[in-house]
Each structure stands twice: as C-alpha cells, then as structure tokens.
C-alpha cells in the first residue's frame, strides 16, 4: 500500500470514528462550529479523492469479460430414420440386404406388438403373422405372407401394379402402422388416411 494510500486511509478512519463519536454523543460536537471554510475543505477533498479515482481507472487496461460460446444444439438421429432409409433403399450395394433388415425389424416388431396387444406367448404371435389373422389391413398382413392380400380385387390389384410405390414398401409401410396401432400409437400424420 502506499504511503498516501496510508495516510487517507487512517484520515478516513479518524473521520468516521468522530463521527461516530458525536453521533453517540452529541454534546461532544458541542464545541465544534460549522463554518464555511471547513464544508470547503471536506468538499475539496471529495472532489481530490474523486480525481484520485478517476485517474487511476484512466491508466487501467479494460477488462472485458468474455462470455463463453452458446451451448449449440446436438443434432440427434430421430427414431425410425434407419428404418425409413432402409426401406427407400431402391440401388446401391447392399439394398437387398438393407431391405431383408427391414422385413426382419418389422417382423420382430409385429410379433412383440401382437404378444403386448393379444397377451399371448410368441409362437401363437408368429402363428398370428403368418396367417394373416393379425390385422384387418389385408396389405399388412400380405407383408409376412407369400400369398397375395386376402380380399384382393381385380381393380385394387390393377391400380397396385400401376401405382408408382413398390409392393414391398406399400406393405412395409402398412405393416408399420398396423404396428403401431396394435401398440395404441397414432403414428400417422394429420390428414392421411389408411
């Protein structure tokens, strides 16, 4: 500290003790008279200890505080997006297999919703699958048979053979929501139908 640090310092503190002093005790400033020149002097060392202040902030360096990097967002794979990309799989190397995984996940997937939603054992769940007897959805239940949906007209096949959507994604795709309705999940976006 320095020696006019010091010295202001103790000044200070002999101030505030005398004013302590003749706040408790009164009678003690009693003798004291306010004149002009001494509300002079203690207004003049205000505007010295002001002066003080300001010069030693003047030959300060700012410091700035520097805020830290906004926590980004972590970009997150949304549930199903394998699944739908294994389904659009339509060329490359491997899209047969992609899309046996496909058949084969959303197999496991029916048999697990037909056991939750019909509370039986696994293989009358596979039983249920293969015979079609799973779903009223005679295209969701053509997904784990060979044969060609049960109720299948001449029209309804005609307009399936001529649509732009591959047999198997149209069954996948039903398959799926026949899933997700025996889970009691509303998958579908607003405004689409069966």
Not at 14 to 40: D, K, N, R, Y
Not at 53 to 69: C, I, K, L, M
Not at 136 to 155: H, K, N, V, Y
Request: hydrophobic content about 40%; aromatic content about 8%; proline content about 5%.
């Amino acid at each position: 500290m320095s020696r006019l640090r010091t010295l202001v310092a103790g000044f200070g503190l002999l101030a505030a003790a005398a004013g302590f002093v003749f706040v408790f005790v009164p009678s003690a400033a009693a003798g004291i008279g306010l004149t002009e020149s001494i509300v002079v002097a203690v207004g003049f060392l205000a505007l010295l200890q002001g002066y003080r202040v300001v010069s030693a902030r003047r030959r300060s360096s700012t410091r700035e505080f520097e805020t830290p990097d906004p926590e980004t967002r972590q970009e997150l794979p949304t549930p199903g997006d394998g699944f739908d990309e294994g389904l659009a799989a339509r060329k490359g190397r491997g899209w047969a297999a992609r899309r046996h995984r496909v058949g084969d996940r959303l197999e496991e997937a029916a048999v697990d919703a037909i056991t939750y939603a019909e509370d039986c054992s696994e293989a009358t769940a596979r039983e249920m699958l293969e015979a079609g007897t799973w779903t009223d959805d005679p295209q969701a239940a053509a997904m784990f048979s060979t044969g060609r949906p049960e109720g299948s007209t001449l029209w309804r096949r005609l307009r399936e053979t001529f649509s732009m959507e591959p047999t198997f994604d149209r069954r996948a795709r039903r398959a799926a929501h026949a899933v997700a309705d025996l889970r009691g999940v509303d998958d579908r976006p607003e405004g689409e139908s069966e």
